[in-house]
């Protein structure tokens, strides 16, 4: 796109500290595990895009991204169609940002760089406009404390298997007592064992998987109303509210950049 490769391998060893990529990809499609030796922003302008890590999954809307540091294994899958605008970022260039996974928000200016940046040559001129398009980028390019849609993985392989059960069934309305008897232990070892290893209650898991499904599903163009029953909640005004506590605006809003 815009006359450049849309290999990830072609962006890695530029002699740039920044290498913009554009991509348009469907609905569904997904990216298998990789890793690559520079960090990577991934965002997409329509759509959302879903990142699974060793450490859990993102869901990205439209008004925020994924920063992924270098050399760590992920992967991707698109709801809707994304219009995907990935930078990818030379070891010095990105020091002082995150070392680990994070979602961040995405300003009015920074998606306008963001965009330009991918039209421009890999091996833009440092000393005229573009560099100083890339030099704002980078500046503009600073962590902001959003609401991040965040499933951690556990490693511990019976809460893994559990944790698999219930993102196979959002619409299903799981008790402690069914979730202990699914990972073979007793009630109160599950909630012991379910908060040291993902940080969160077993109730709020369930819901941040609703919310995984969830957004995925609006972001095919689902309506609410169905996306509600599909996830277990009888009516739409209760998941609105749901989803409004969780990630704090309506799941009409959650898309708008």
């Known amino acids: 796109m815009f006359g450049k490769s849309e290999n990830r391998d072609d962006y890695q060893d530029v002699p740039r500290p920044v290498a913009a990529m554009a991509r348009d990809l469907p609905d569904g499609h997904h990216i298998p595990p990789h890793s690559h030796r ?3 922003l991934i965002y997409g302008t329509s759509g959302a895009i879903t990142v699974g ?3 859990g999954t993102w869901v990205v809307p439209a008004s925020r991204a994924a920063w992924v540091p270098p050399g760590l294994t992920h992967e991707m899958t698109c709801a809707g169609p994304v219009a995907m605008r ?3 970022i030379a070891g010095d260039a990105a020091a002082g940002l995150p070392g680990t996974p994070t979602v961040v928000s995405v300003s009015p200016l920074l998606r306008e760089l963001i965009d330009e940046a991918t039209r421009l040559p890999v091996e833009y001129r440092t000393g005229g406009r573009d560099g100083l398009v ?7 390019l600073t962590p902001r404390p959003v ?9 511990d392989p019976r809460l893994a298997d559990l944790c698999r059960e219930i993102r196979r069934a959002p619409e299903h309305r799981w008790t402690t007592e069914q979730a202990a008897a699914q990972a073979h232990l007793s009630p109160r070892s599950l909630q012991r064992h379910f908060a040291a290893a993902t940080g969160m209650s077993l109730a709020h898991w369930v819901q941040q998987a609703k919310l995984v499904h969830a957004v995925a599903l609006l972001a ?38």
Not at 147 to 155: K, S, Y
Not at 234 to 248: E, I
Request: positive net charge; aromatic residues 10%.
């Open 134 to 140: 890339m030099e704002l980028l980078l500046r503009e």
């Open 86 to 88: 990935t930078l990818y």
């Open 38 to 40: 520079r960090a990577q």
């Open 220 to 257: 095919k163009g689902v309506p609410v109303t169905t996306v509600a029953l599909r996830v277990g909640y009888a009516t739409p005004s209760a998941f609105t509210a749901m989803f409004r506590r969780a990630l704090g605006t309506t799941p009409t809003r959650y898309f708008t950049p």
């Open 147 to 155: 609401r991040a849609l965040h499933l951690p993985a556990p490693d």
């Open 53 to 55: 890590t060793a450490h």
